[in-house]
């Protein structure tokens, strides 16, 4: 069974940084697309950022110039590094592994970690 594990959370303050990891087990996770969503209380789930397996990057216009996202295929690891964090970024932090290019579009696929929460005070 494919296992996705999230960590990395915590508290921060506005302005500071963070970087979360995505481990996925039981994969062949090179050839896997990976995208990081996250859910603030009351909102639907959001997609913000991906990566393809060739390394091709996408990012919500919200988190544009602040987080970058990358990929260690031999850790078979994800990382979401948020700088310049911000209220607004509180959510939790959710990892999908497999899913689908639909165009440009990330489309999630079958797994998905727990989450890690995140928590940026003002």
């Known amino acids: 069974q494919v296992q996705v594990a999230e960590s990395g959370g915590g508290l921060v303050q506005a302005g500071g940084s963070l970087r979360l990891s995505c481990a996925a087990s039981r994969i062949t996770f090179s050839t896997n697309a990976v995208g990081w969503y996250r859910q603030a209380p009351g909102k639907t789930r959001e997609l913000v950022a991906d990566?393809?397996?060739?390394?091709?990057?996408n990012y919500a216009d919200s988190v544009k110039g602040r987080f970058t996202i990358s990929r260690d295929n031999a850790k078979k690891t994800v990382y979401l590094q948020m700088n310049s964090l911000e209220p607004k970024d509180t959510a939790v932090y959710y990892c999908n592994v497999g899913g689908y290019y639909n165009g440009p579009s990330y489309q999630g696929g079958a797994y998905w970690g727990q989450g890690t929460q995140v928590t940026v005070s003002s």
């Open positions: 990566i393809s397996w060739r390394d091709r990057t």
